[in-house]
Each structure stands twice: as C-alpha cells, then as structure tokens.
C-alpha cells in the first residue's frame, strides 16, 4: 500500500464529539464516511488529526483528547475557539457567509467584516496547530470551506509541508463569488495548495472561471482529467474527485433480519406507499418545497389519498442560528396545515421526526421507503441518494433526485431528475415514481447501485492521493505524471481492502 510518509488531516471538527458526564469529559467517537476513509490513512501513517472539539478551552478536555488515539497509531490535536470566535468565524463567516453565498442563496448572507477578521485569526490558529505536528515530508490534508486560507497561513511559517484542499461544498460561478468582499485573498490563498479538489466537474469549472476573471496572469494546463492552474510561480493541480460512500457499510446490514423485521414495523404504521425525506435541518435543503409539492399531489390526486404517506426526517442543525429556528418553525406549520387539510381517521399524509437517527434505524427507513425525495436547492454531493441506494437490498425503489445536487452528475441515469423550484414538476416526478413498474425500477435501482458500489469513500482518498503525486516544473511552467504514481490500494476491491487497516478508537 502507497501511502504518504505521514497524513496530517486538518477539518474543522475533530473525529470526536465530547460528551460531560457529570464532571469529567468523555471522548465519543463520529461516525460518517470521512472519517470512516481517513482514520486508516492516519493511523497507518502516524500521523495527525487537526480539528475543533467544538468546545471553549477546558483542561480536562484537552487531558482527555490527548489520552485518546487512532488505534495502532496517530493522534488528535484539539484546536479550542473562544465563544467570540465560535461566534464570529463558525456561526459568522463560516454559516452566514460562505455557506449561504456558495449555495446561491446570498440574500442570506451577512459580510460583517468582524466576521472576516475572525476568520483570518481562527485559520491562524489552525496554522499554528499545523506548524506545531508538521514536518516538510509531510502531506496535509485540509477539509473544507471553514479553513480556506489555512495554505497562506502556513506558508508564513518556518514548516513548509505538501498541502491538499478538497471542497466539499458547492463552488460557486463567477457574478455570485465576486460578492465576496475578500474574493481575491481567498483565491490567492487556496491556490498554494498543491491540490485542490471539488464534487463535480461544475464546481471545477466555476472555480476556474474566478480564477480566470479575478486573477488575469493565471494559465491553465490541462493534464488528463485534471487542470493545472499557474500562478505567481506556483502551480496546483484542480481535479474532480466526488466523494462516496462506504457501500458494504449500508448494504451488509440493510439484509440483516433486524433491519428486514425493523422495515416490516415501519411500514405497518404507515398506510400505503411511503415517500422519505431525510435531511439536516438547513435552508439548502428544499425542505419546505418538498412539502409543497407533496400538498399539491394531495390536492391534485385524491385517489393517492391514503394511499402514499411521507415520513420526513429532519436531524437538528445549527440551532442557536436564527435562520434555522425560523426554518424549523417554518417546516412545523407546513407540516400541520397539510395534515389538517387532508388526514384522516387512520391515515396521517406526513409522519413528521426532528431527531437524530441511528445507522440500523436510518437503514431500515430507506429499506421501508418506497421512494426517497432529495430535493437540495444546492448540493455539493448529498449522500442520502447513495446511502439510499446501496440500502436497496432488493433492488427496488425509486430516487427523486434534484438535478442541483452534486451526486445527480452520477446517479442521472437512474434517477428521476427534478428541478426543486418547480413544484408541478415535482408532484409528477412524484406521480411516476409511485406508478413505475417493478421492471423499470429494478433496472434504475441496478444501474446507480452499480454507481455507487464503484465509486466509494475509499476510491475517492485513492483518486485524491494520485493527484498529489503530479509533478510540476514550477520555473518552466510545466507538469508531468509522475512514472511512480501507484494505487495505495493493494486490491480491486477498495472497500475489503480499506475496512481491513479501519481501527476503531482506543
């Protein structure tokens, strides 16, 4: 196995949650693909993972973190924010800037330029947490649109490691980044990444495009499916690299009896055929539009009455920011007005759940559900249409996918395509799924299950790794594949090969 001479990851929130239990802390480890992905790497690399606890400082935090490692090897770095910065850079520049304005949705934005010098400083503090672990043979891995500046930063420090950036968020064209009031210091900075990653190949593009329009001396290379973009001396590799799932993490348990006996119970309690919903409680969602198309096929269909039914679930997020209590309240009353309109004695049109979900309970839900709704008004990638899809154990079901969602550019040919702002096309697409024919659904079900097994969590580290291996002649404005750029995986089977070196905490 190719690995590099030590992972440093670098993300916003470390691989950890910490939970009080009574006056001491304990440390509980995340779930979810990435970290399921990099532990390995991290672990069998003795390297490092750089994150926030998500707490003010706290010595018995610190104590705790530092008694904590990735089993067989590497450590956890805790990076502590203030209340003021938690404030000012995650709530504000990370959730009231970026967010909103990289999902066109810039109405929602606020360019406090409090916000922004938060920000600068907070990425200082990560720099400084980097330069502290880093040695210049290392490869450090940063996640994300919180840590954008985190190569300029570490560029004025003595450590000069190989730096990687992948996006996971949408990027977004040219007339809506340029609001950015600091645009052009967040272009300079991401390009002295070696590698920069995106979702989709429109995410590729639109970042180039800024480069293009904002930064005049950039030239651009193409070397086989990825770009090279030449800069003041510097040159980065700009690839595609779409992010999946851990397939067998999904399908093992969506056969198993207790999942199967779970979904029996779930479908027992809701009449006819059920239409899933599953989403963090975020305006990019296209939640409330969702519900609107449901209530005009009950409007329009009253032959569906009773016999389709939606169960909507929500997993709280962000709660202490405005927007999203209004959007929670929001959603509530959608929810009761279509229920008053059209439930009856022994049928209720939408099962309403704001929790959060286990893995086997989320797996027998998309086992029970007939159809899954993912209707994101922007999406970098959106992992419940994989998640869904590697569940189908049988192969059935139908995915209501919007095409503003990254993992459309995969899952196209056997998803139903919508546009989430058109709620008559929505309520069609809603129609079809629910009259298409076993054969037909089998067919698409097989074809993006084909997808998604292909194209997983682990393939994605591999394909990002690769790209770290480009050479670049920086002087004569050059690139060339290195001859030595080999797999780090040891099989044609990623999956198998990766969960073999997966550790849990110890």
Known sequence: MIL??????????????????????AVVPSSGGLVTALTPLVRETGGCW????????????QRRIAETSLDGGGRLLPVFLTSDERKNFYCGFSNEVIWPLFHDLQSCCNFDPVYWDTYCEVNEKFADAVASVAKKEDFVWVHDYHLMLLADCIGEREVRPKLGYFHHIPF????????????????????????????????????????????????????????????NGRAAVLGRFPIGIDFEEFAGPAGSPEVQR???????????????????????????????????????????????????????????VPKYRDLKLRIEQLVSQINGAFGRPGWVPIHFLHRNVSRSELIAYYRAADICMVTSLKDGMNLVAKEYCAARVNESGVLILSEFAGAAAELNAGALLVNPYDTEGMMEAIVKAYNMPPLDQMLRMRQMRDVVRSNTVFRWCESFYRATKVKTDETTSTVSESPHVLSFLPSASPTKAWKQAVGSFG
């Open 4 to 25: 590099p001479k030590r992972l440093i990851v670098v993300s916003n929130r470390l691989p950890v949650s910490i939970q009080a239990e009574g006056d001491s802390r």
């Open 50 to 61: 750089i994150g926030w606890t998500g707490t003010e400082y706290d010595p018995r935090v």
């Open 172 to 231: 977004p064209p040219p007339d809506i980044f340029e609001k950015l009031p600091w645009r052009t210091h967040i272009l300079l900075s991401l390009l002295k990444f070696s590698v920069i990653g995106f979702q989709t190949t429109r995410d590729q593009r639109n970042f180039m495009q800024c480069v293009r329009r904002l930064l005049r001396t950039a030239k651009f290379q193409r070397l086989g499916m990825n770009q090279i973009v030449i800069h």
């Open 262 to 320: 779970r979904s029996d119970e779930v479908k027992a309690g809701i009449p006819g055929k059920i239409l899933l919903g599953v989403d963090r409680l975020d305006y990019t969602k296209g939640i409330p539009e969702r519900l609107r198309a449901f209530r005009l096929l009950l409007e329009s269909h009253h032959e569906l009455h009773g016999n389709v039914s939606l169960l909507q679930i929500i997993v709280p997020s962000r709660e202490d």
